[in-house]
Structure formats: C-alpha cells, structure tokens
C-alpha cells in the first residue's frame, strides 16, 4: 500500500502574509537568521503580529546548515518563552533549524501542541512542507537528515516579495537545489504518479523561470513561479524521496562548506550520466536501464527532447551544465580555488562510505557501490 499526504496547508499569492494576522496563535515565537532580522524584511512579518494583538519574540540565532549548538540555544529559548506557534523565517536553514527546535523542545517538554508556520525567504528547499530537517554537527563534520511526519509544518506561507532581496548566486544555488529535488524524486524508485506531477511542473517552471530570475531579481513573476517551484519539488521529494546526488552533496557541505544546492548543482550532471549509464561515447542501445526512460521525459519537458534516448539524456545533461555555466557555477571543485587537491582527495573515502550511508541515496535509481561514489568525486575534481 502506498500513501499521498499533503499535511502543510499552504497559502500563497498576493497578500499571503496576512494570514499571519489572520491565524488562530497568540503567543509566537519567531525563529530567523541575523540577516532577515537585522534587515527591513522582519517588519513585513512582525507588522501582522503586532497588528492583531499577538505576543511575539524574535530569536535570530540561526546560521547557515543548522548547526547543533544553535539548535540547543534556540530549544532553550522555545522551553522558556513557550510559544503555541512558531513562525519560521528565512532559508533551509532557518527553517530546519525551527522545525529541530520544536521537536527537541517537546520531546523534552511537550507543555502543548506547538503549530508551526514556515515562511520561506529562498526558493530552494521545500522545507516549508518536507518532513526532513538537516542538523549538521560541524565538529564530526556530518550532516544528520532527520525524517519524521512530526517535523512537517502546519502551515507554509509564499510570498515572493521575501525572495527580491535573495542576491544572484544564492538564486542559482537554490533554484539548481530546486531541480535536484524534483528530477531526483522524478526518477526515485521510490516515485509514484502524485509525486511525478509535481515534480514533472516544477522541471518546467524552472526551465522557464530560474535564468530570468538569477538575470534579475525584481521579476517579480519569475520570482513567484520559482517559489511555487521550490515548493511543488518538495511536496514531490517529500513522497519519493531523493537520490545519489544529495547523498553525495551532503558531504561536500559538511566537508568543505558548499553551499547545499551548489554541491548539488555540480553533482547532477555526473549523477545522471551514472545512473542512466550513458556517456560521451554512447550509442543507441536495444536496452537501457529503467531511469533513461524517465530522464528522456524530463528532457522533454524541458523542450529539449531529442530522436532517440541517449541524445535525449546527453541534452539534459548538457542543458544542466549549461544553466550551471550561465549562472556562474563552477563545473570542477578545483575551480572553487579554497579546496587543495590533497585535502580533497584525502576525504574522497570517508565521503564515499557517508554518502553510501546517507538517506537520500537509498532511493536512488542505479544502486551504487563505494568504488563508483569514490570515482564520482574524484572525477568532480
Ligand atoms: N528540510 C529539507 O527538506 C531540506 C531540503 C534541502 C536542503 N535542506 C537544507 O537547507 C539548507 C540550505 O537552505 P538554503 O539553500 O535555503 O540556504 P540558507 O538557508 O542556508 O541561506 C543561504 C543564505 O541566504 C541568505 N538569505 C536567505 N533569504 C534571503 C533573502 N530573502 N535575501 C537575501 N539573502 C537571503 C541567508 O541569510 C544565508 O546567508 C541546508 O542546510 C540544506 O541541507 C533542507
Ligand atoms: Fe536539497
């Protein structure tokens, strides 16, 4: 038996935010990074609160990959101000970081029903409606993904005037970790006809929409359709799940720092050249594994669909590291010029058993061995 639920109920379109004002909480906490709650854009959340009376505070303790000592801090903060909302600001990692904060404090001390409320400032992960939140713990250099039906928010609301502000090259990082996300749960063996709707027009917003919004950020349509995209893919992902190049981003990003949807970004071009088995040199072949079928539907989506299936997956590829190139994102990790050869190489094995380990893989089409994950990072270099 399998099941489809959307939990989140999400609001959307002009005007959004009011439903901060509309909601049923009186006493919120918000939870954001210095960035959103030191700049003009904490006003549009607090205003609402303020106007319909609730009590409110701001805990802006929060930086990049939710690491696990400002997860404590914010637990502590959530035990003593006990809010029944909390109202989640800002990125992935503001938002992983609440949806962390309300499951450690409850589990800890579950004093009531705490609702969440995400308000996505990047349109990138879809944790506004995923049941996954990422700690990382920077001294063991692991990145822990959490999974439970307990840490998906209430509510999500979408309003694309928080994302204007989001500078170029982090709308190229989260739109590619956008399109990770849905050709990832696309070709999932754990996908089913629901997940692939949503992800099948997610790949076509983006496909329209991401260059001109990286090409300027005050489209304000092409701001809205990615938020929407953003968010169809993590509806997408949160029902079939992810695959290798997650698996695999998240040890650059704990290893190295790379931004989560940049790792990504330059992975998937190896990752689908690995999984459909089709490189430079293919020929038409009377079989192919089962994800070429599915990465050539992509690739028509896409509009880029070509005579037969390996051309079909070569233009994808090539679409991907062309969009890689148009916005700026290095294709080798050698061209990110802080990372030596040999500290790199040195962590290639420990990179490859985590992401062997990791939970995202486990979904990935073509079931990979250490040895294949350790040459997909080395050939990165
Ligand atoms: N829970 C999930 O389902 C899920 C899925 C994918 C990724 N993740 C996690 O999410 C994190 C990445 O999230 P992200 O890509 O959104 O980046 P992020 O939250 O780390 O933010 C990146 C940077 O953008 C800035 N920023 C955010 N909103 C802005 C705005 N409106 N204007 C200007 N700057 C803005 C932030 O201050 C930060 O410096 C990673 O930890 C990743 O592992 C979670
Ligand atoms: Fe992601």
């Known amino acids: 038996m399998k099941s489809f639920e959307i939990k989140t109920k999400i609001h959307f379109g002009d005007n959004a935010l009011e439903r901060l004002a509309q909601m049923p909480y009186k006493r919120v906490l918000v939870i954001t990074d210095p960035f959103i709650a030191k700049g003009p854009m904490i006003k549009l959340i607090t205003e609402p609160l303020e106007r319909s009376g609730k009590a409110y505070e701001v805990f802006h303790d929060v930086v990049p990959d939710a690491p696990i000592d400002k997860i404590i801090i914010g637990v502590k903060k959530m035990l003593e101000y006990m809010p029944d909302a909390i109202v989640a600001?800002?990125?992935?990692?503001?938002?992983?970081?609440?949806?962390?904060?309300?499951?450690?404090?409850?589990?800890?001390?579950?004093?009531?029903?705490?609702?969440?409320?995400?308000?996505?400032?990047?349109?990138?992960?879809?944790?506004?409606?995923?049941?996954?939140?990422?700690?990382?713990?920077?001294?063991?250099?692991?990145?822990?993904?959490?999974?439970?039906?307990?840490?998906?928010?209430?509510?999500?609301?979408?309003?694309?005037?928080?994302?204007?502000?989001?500078?170029?090259?982090?709308?190229?990082?989260?739109?590619?970790?956008?399109?990770?996300?849905?050709?990832?749960?696309?070709?999932?063996?754990?996908?089913?006809?629901?997940?692939?709707?949503?992800?099948?027009?997610?790949?076509?917003?983006?496909?329209?929409?991401?260059?001109?919004?990286?090409?300027?950020?005050?489209?304000?349509?092409?701001?809205?359709?990615?938020?929407?995209?953003?968010?169809?893919?993590?509806?997408?992902?949160?029902?079939?799940?992810?695959?290798?190049?997650?698996?695999?981003?998240?040890?650059?990003?704990?290893?190295?720092?790379?931004?989560?949807?940049?790792?990504?970004?330059?992975?998937?071009?190896?990752?689908?050249e690995y999984n459909a088995d089709i490189h430079k040199d293919s020929r038409s072949q009377s079989e192919y594994h089962p994800s070429v079928k599915r990465y050539s539907t992509i690739a028509h989506v896409l509009g880029l669909s070509s005579y037969n299936k390996v051309m079909s997956v070569r233009s994808l590829i090539q679409w991907i590291q062309f969009m890689n190139q148009d916005m700026k994102i290095p294709a080798r990790i050698s061209e990110i010029g802080t990372i030596s050869v040999n500290d790199y190489m040195s962590k290639v094995e420990t990179m490859a058993e985590a992401a062997l380990a990791d939970a995202c893989t486990a979904t990935n089409p073509r079931t990979p061995d250490k040895e294949a994950i350790m040459q997909i990072y080395r050939n990165l270099w």
């Open 89 to 272: 600001v800002g990125g992935g990692s503001a938002i992983d970081s609440s949806k962390s904060i309300r499951e450690f404090a409850l589990g800890i001390n579950h004093y009531a029903d705490v609702a969440m409320v995400a308000i996505p400032t990047t349109s990138g992960t879809g944790s506004e409606v995923t049941s996954f939140a990422v700690v990382n713990d920077p001294v063991a250099k692991i990145k822990h993904p959490l999974v439970s039906p307990s840490l998906t928010a209430e509510e999500a609301i979408l309003d694309a005037e928080l994302v204007k502000s989001v500078p170029p090259a982090i709308t190229a990082d989260t739109g590619m970790d956008v399109l990770t996300h849905a050709i990832e749960a696309y070709v999932s063996t754990n996908h089913n006809e629901f997940s692939t709707a949503l992800a099948e027009k997610s790949i076509e917003i983006v496909g329209v929409f991401l260059l001109r919004a990286f090409l300027n950020g005050n489209d304000t349509h092409a701001r809205q359709k990615m938020h929407v995209a953003s968010c169809l893919a993590g509806l997408a992902f949160n029902s079939a799940s992810l695959g290798l190049t997650h698996g695999m981003a998240h040890q650059l990003g704990a290893n190295f720092h790379i931004p989560h949807g940049r790792a990504n970004a330059m992975l998937l071009p190896h990752i689908i």
